[in-house]
């Protein structure tokens, strides 16, 4: 009698763990292409719009806040400052919800199209979490302190973001880039001349 | 081998364009606002006639989005300091009146509707911002005596 509960009991829990295993989420093939033009447009911004170091160099050069200082008075110094806070403050978010973006795709649907081994996941996964705390920080830092209070930590999270956006490469290399650009200019938005 | 040819052709034009036309405009400032406003607000094309006629239509838009991109990516490098001087420059170029000119510029921000299509969002707020303060300077040199403003 024992015997026959134990094995019911048992049957039991193994129906249990088949009816978990049926229901648990799995990465769904559809909407699998529009995911993926997702991240390969989040890696785009990150790698075309946000991460040149020109172009950041030029948005945290302190020979803008030099000139102000010195040929402008104390209006127009208030202004630049709030613009460069603006900015900065603009930039941090951008990077982040551009990473996010890549996040939710690394945790959802790269799976599907990439093998990572076990060590590459943790990598990411590591890499993935300090960039989020890193622009957390500096978002508070821009917040508190203006915008050129941690040019290293600028520093820092460019190299942290590249070094994610490589990685995406690879996962997503198969995809080339002109694909994606193909296929967002397909939707719809203002027409290109070129 | 078709897209090769025509890539070469506006490659011919755009250097045609650099030479001829843009060559003679000093201001990376004045050379943006020229070729913005060779584009068509409705459609986004470029037209010039006379690229399009050594060359073709399409060859003559693709060169003129091409230097439209490199003048502004040269505007979004400039130093603010350079920006000033652009535009006053270009200020007194425009035979308005200064305090007219910033009046508008303050007001409907034209520099706005000037940026090439597909520029990514994050360059663009860049030079606006760059373009509102270099303005705010304008504003204050044509305001005060620059030994006024030193001082301050």
């Known amino acids: 009698m024992i015997l026959l509960v134990l094995f019911v009991a048992l049957g039991a829990g193994l129906l249990v763990l088949m009816y978990l295993f049926v229901q648990s989420p799995e990465p769904r093939a559809e909407g699998g292409a529009q995911a993926l033009v997702q991240a390969r447009n989040a890696l785009s911004s990150l790698q075309t719009g946000l991460l040149p170091a020109e172009l950041v160099e030029r948005v945290f050069a302190k020979d803008d806040l030099r000139f102000v200082a010195s040929s402008a008075g104390v209006k127009v110094q208030e202004v630049f400052l709030r613009e460069r806070k603006r900015l900065a403050l603009s930039w941090i978010a951008q990077v982040r919800t551009q990473v996010l973006s890549l996040k939710e795709f690394h945790s959802g649907q790269s799976r599907l199209y990439a093998r990572l081994d076990v060590r590459t996941e943790v990598a990411v996964a590591l890499s993935f979490a300090s960039l989020l705390i890193l622009c957390r920080a500096l978002q508070a830092t821009f917040y508190v302190r203006g915008p050129y209070a941690a040019p290293r930590m600028v520093g820092f999270a460019i190299i942290a973001a590249a070094k994610v956006c490589t990685v995406f490469e690879h996962s997503l290399g198969f995809l080339p880039r002109t694909s994606a650009e193909v296929l967002r200019r397909d939707s719809p938005g203002p027409h290109v001349a070129a | ?152």
């Open chain 2, 1 to 152: 081998m078709a897209a090769t040819l025509k890539r070469m052709d506006v490659e011919r034009a755009s250097d045609d364009l650099r030479r001829r036309t843009l060559g003679g405009i000093s201001r990376t400032l004045d050379r943006f606002i020229y070729l913005a406003s060779t584009r068509d607000y409705n459609t986004g094309l470029y037209y010039h006639d006379g690229l399009a006629s050594r060359f073709s239509t399409d060859v003559a838009c693709e060169a003129l989005a091409n230097c439209h991109r490199e003048t502004f990516h040269q505007l979004v490098a400039a130093p603010i300091e350079d920006l000033v001087n652009q535009m006053q420059g270009y200020m007194a170029s425009s035979q308005s009146r200064p305090q007219d000119f910033v009046a508008v510029w303050k007001g409907l921000e034209p520099y706005r509707v000037a940026v090439p299509v597909e520029t990514d969002p994050f360059s663009a707020e860049f030079l606006f911002s760059n373009f509102k303060v270099a303005l705010a300077i304008v504003e204050e040199r044509l305001q005060k005596p620059p030994q006024s403003i030193q001082g301050a």
